[in-house]
C-alpha cells in the first residue's frame, strides 16, 4: 500500500513540476506571441480599449490613426487616405487581426512592448490610461501619391528607396483596398467587406511590392552586366555575340531577339549597345560564358535570397539552383526560374547608383512614446558591397545611355540625367507580359532609385512595354521626390 501511495505522490508531484514548468515557459518565452495572435479574443477586447498609437509619415502626418469611440470599443482605428497607403499600414480589424505595419508593429502601437515598460509603470503610477506609441515611417508623401496615382488602372507595384541610406520613399500597389472598411465595429459590414476583397479575383490585399515575386526580365541584364564586368573578362566596350538568333547547347530552340534581327544591326554589339537595345541573344551568349554560378553570385550581393523588409514581412527574390546551359541563358535575361519583387529590383538599381554598395531597406523610422520620447530609432546599415565603385560606375554610363538612346527615352526627366532599364517578362503565349523599369536619378548624385512593375502590360511583347508602361511612372515618382 505505502508503494502504491508513494508512486501515486511522484507521479502527482511530477505532473505539478510538468504543469509548473509549462505555465513558466508560457509566461517567460511565448507570452507576447499569445498576446499577439488574432484569434485571442479576451487580449482583443482590451487591446480595442487602448488608445493604440499613430503611424506617421512627414512632419507627423497621421496614415493610421485611433479616434475617440462611442460604442462597445473606446477607440475606432481610421486610415486617412486608405487605400493609397494600405500595402504599408495593412489593417487592424475586430474580426480579422492585423496586417502590415499593424501587424509588424504592433506591441509598439498598443503599448505593450517591452522597450515601453517604464512608461506604462508611470501611467499606472499615475493612474491613466495604456497609450500605444507612434512609429513614424520613411515614405515621401508627394512619392507615393505619384506613385498610387500612376498605378491607377493597371495591377502593379512601385518601390522607392534612397540609395545612399536604404529608406524607403514609396511602395504602392494597385489594386488596392480601403483599410477602413476592414477596422470598421459594424462587424457585419467588415464580414461582407471581407468576402468581397477574398472573393475579387484582381486580389487587391496582396501586397505586390515586397510579398509577392515575379519574372524581371530584361531588368535582371542589370545583374548578368555587372557579373560581366565583375569577372574581368568584360567591358562596356566589350563585343558580345549579338545574331538574331542564337543557339544553345542541348536544345534545338534558339534564343531569339525580340524583333527577330540582330542587335543594333551587328552581330557583334558591345555590352553597351546589347544594353541599349535590351538584346536577349547578347546577353544570353554572356551568361553562358560566364556561367550559372557567377551570376547567382552575383544575385545574392544584390540581396537575392534574403527576405527584406519584415516591417511588411517581405519575402526574398530567387535565381534558380541549377539551371542547364539553356536554362542558364534564359535566366541571364531574367525569364525561366528567376523570380524577383519589386523591391528588390529596386535595391539592385539603388546599388549601382551606390557606388555598388547595397544598404539595408527600412520602412520604420523611429518609434516615440505618446510625449515623443524616442524609443528607437533606424540607422542606415550596408547589406552588400554588391559590385566595386569602378564597376558601378561603368554600369551608371551604360544605364544613362539606355534612358538617353535606347528603350528607356520615356523615363528621361528634363535637366537631369537619368540611369534606367527596362524589361519586359513573358510567362506564357497566352497571356500579356510584365512591365519593368528601374531606375535612379540624377546619375552623378543619385537621390531616389525606383522600380516598376505592371503586370498584364497590354502591349506588344518586346521591351516597349516597360519604357511605355513603367518608364513614365517611375518618371513622376522621381520628379516629385526631385521636386522638378
Known sequence: MNSAIRRLAVAAMVLMLALMANSTYLQAFRSNELNGRNDNKRVRDQQFSVDRGAILIGTNTPIAK???????????????????YAPVTGYYSYLFGRAGIELNQNSELNGSDPSLAFRRIIDVISNRPQQGA???????????????????????????IDPKTGKILALATTPSYDPNQLASHDLSKVSAAWKKLDADPDKPTLNRAARETYPPGSTFKLVTAAAALSSGKYTPESK?????ELPLPQTTTPLVNEDRKNCGGSNNATLTIALRYSCNTAFGSVGLDIGPDALRDQAAKFGFGERHLPELSGVASAFPGDPNQPQTAQSAIGQFDVRATPLQMAMVA?????KGEVMKPYLVQNVKT??????????????????????AAQLTGMMVDVVKNGTGKKGQIDGIEVAGKTGTAQTSPERPPFAWFTAFAPANDPQIAVAVMIESADVARNDIAGGALAAPISKAVMEAVLQR
Do not use: C, W
Open 370 to 391: 505618446a510625449n515623443l520620447k524616442t524609443v528607437s530609432e533606424t540607422k542606415p546599415e550596408s547589406l552588400h558591397q554588391a559590385v566595386t565603385p569602378e564597376v
Open 134 to 160: 507612434s512609429v513614424t515611417l520613411t515614405l515621401n508623401a508627394a512619392a507615393q501619391q505619384a506613385a498610387y496615382k500612376g498605378l491607377q488602372g493597371k495591377k502593379g507595384a512601385v518601390v522607392a
Open 66 to 84: 485611433s479616434d475617440p469611440s462611442n460604442d462597445r470599443f473606446k477607440y475606432q482605428r481610421t486610415y486617412p487616405n486608405g487605400p493609397a
Open 240 to 244: 558580345t555575340n549579338s545574331p538574331a
Open 350 to 354: 539603388a546599388g549601382i547608383a551606390n
